[in-house]
T-cell receptor, first 111, second 114 residues
Framework: DAKTTQPNSMESNEEEPVHLPCNHSTISGTDYIHWYRQLPSQGPEYVIHGLTSNVNNRMASLAIAEDRKSSTLILHRATLRDAAVYYCILRDGGSQGNLIFGKGTKLSVKP | DAGVTQSPTHLIKTRGQQVTLRCSPKSGHDTVSWYQQALGQGPQFIFQYYEEEERQRGNFPDRFSGHQFPNYSSELNVNALLLGDSALYLC?????????????FGEGSWLTVV
């Protein structure tokens, strides 16, 4: 699986939007972009995934660059419960898809 | 609908001992994977089971072994425990292993080796 690069940490204020960036310059055409997050003392949970087009769900939006070499996870209104480590992961659509985690971005949300 | 459940939640073992961790996948899921997460690190893939067979394996020694039962539940066994095996062990399940399938994680088993 290709490698992703994320900032180690970010801060946000409650009720404000948060944009979490991810670089994946070596992404292949069959790689899906997945985001998972891990709240303190819990297992990771799925947030969103996409291939080429921007995606929205009840948790977040995923904006994918036209060349697919970067993407941004958007939390529209951060809450204290969104404080977590966010992982950007590439999964090859053509092979068996275990997850390869990096260190992720630790998001802090201030009241 | 119960999600992925793991047991025990916490345990302490002595160096050299053996440990067995258990996992029940989310209802309807047939694929189970195990991950090890050291403090401050992201989870690392250990292996994946499907149809009671190990399909993929990460970079872990043979001391780490597993099993999947006909009801899709799974066990992770670690022999000859080392201090460095202290970590959170996560079980994850999915329906198949396609890259578009959502993977669900349990809350993990915290293993401390002393």
């Amino acid at each position: 699986d290709a490698k992703t690069t994320q900032p180690n940490s970010m801060e946000s204020n409650e009720e404000e939007p948060v944009h979490l960036p991810c670089n994946h310059s070596t992404i292949s055409g069959t790689d899906y972009i997945h985001w998972y997050r891990q709240l303190p003392s819990q297992g990771p949970e799925y947030v969103i995934h996409g291939l080429t087009s921007n995606v929205n769900n009840r948790m977040a939006s995923l904006a994918i660059a036209e060349d697919r070499k970067s993407s941004t996870l958007i939390l529209h209104r951060a809450t204290l419960r969104d404080a977590a480590v966010y992982y950007c992961i590439l999964r090859d659509g053509g092979s068996q898809g275990n997850l390869i985690f990096g260190k992720g971005t630790k998001l802090s949300v201030k009241p | 609908d119960a999600g992925v459940t793991q047991s025990p939640t916490h345990l302490i073992k002595t160096r050299g001992q053996q440990v067995t961790l258990r996992c029940s996948p989310k209802s309807g899921h047939d694929t189970v994977s195990w991950y090890q997460q050291a403090l401050g690190q992201g989870p690392q893939f250990i292996f994946q089971y499907y149809e009671e067979e190990e399909r993929q394996r990460g970079n872990f020694p043979d001391r780490f072994s597993g099993h999947q039962f006909p009801n899709y539940s799974s066990e992770l066994n670690v022999n000859a425990l080392l201090l460095g095996d202290s970590a959170l062990y996560l079980c994850a399940s999915s329906l198949g292993d396609r890259a578009t399938n959502t993977i669900y994680f349990g809350e993990g088993s915290w293993l401390t080796v002393v």
